[in-house]
């Protein structure tokens, strides 16, 4: 998987491309973290260090992605992590998917942010298996400018 981040006009633009021929519309699912305030100790902490403060779920099969907002206190108390706070639509490009979330869906941020993205496939309706992390544990993490 590779992804590329960029910030234009009031919006975050992902593109995403796998392999040729590994994108599955019916099962592919991607799941973005940004770490908005690019503060390791806010939002809901990550093993490599981000905090998520928002979340990005892109469903190929629905062609719409969910974007939500970090919820750390119902988290502390084991419930929901994230609230939904909106949603925009999946543009499929050639081996890959794209999404544009205008940053006032994302607490208007100015566009400077961390991010980190695993991709996995649904193989039943409760059953996700992962099959790429970005970045890789060896590289520091994305950072849009």
């Known amino acids: 998987m590779h992804a590329t981040a960029d910030v234009a006009t009031g919006s975050l633009t992902i593109v995403i491309q796998f392999a040729p021929g590994t994108l599955d519309r019916q099962t592919t699912r991607v ?25 990005i779920d892109l469903a190929a099969a629905t062609s719409q992605a969910g974007v939500s907002k970090a919820n750390p206190v119902s988290c502390a108390a084991r419930l929901a992590c994230f609230d939904d706070v909106g949603s925009v639509p999946v ?55």
């Not at 961390?114 to 992390?133: E, I, K, R, W």
């Open 31 to 55: 799941s973005v973290l940004l770490d908005t305030d690019q503060d390791g100790s806010t939002g809901i902490r990550q093993i490599d260090g981000i905090g998520a403060d928002y979340g």
């Open 91 to 145: 543009v499929f490009v050639t081996d890959g998917m794209q999404v544009t979330v205008p940053l006032s869906l994302l607490g208007n941020d100015d566009g400077r942010l961390n991010f980190q993205m695993s991709a996995y496939v649904l193989v039943a309706p409760s059953t996700t298996v992962l099959f790429d992390f970005m970045p890789d544990s060896s590289v520091p993490p994305g950072r849009v400018q």
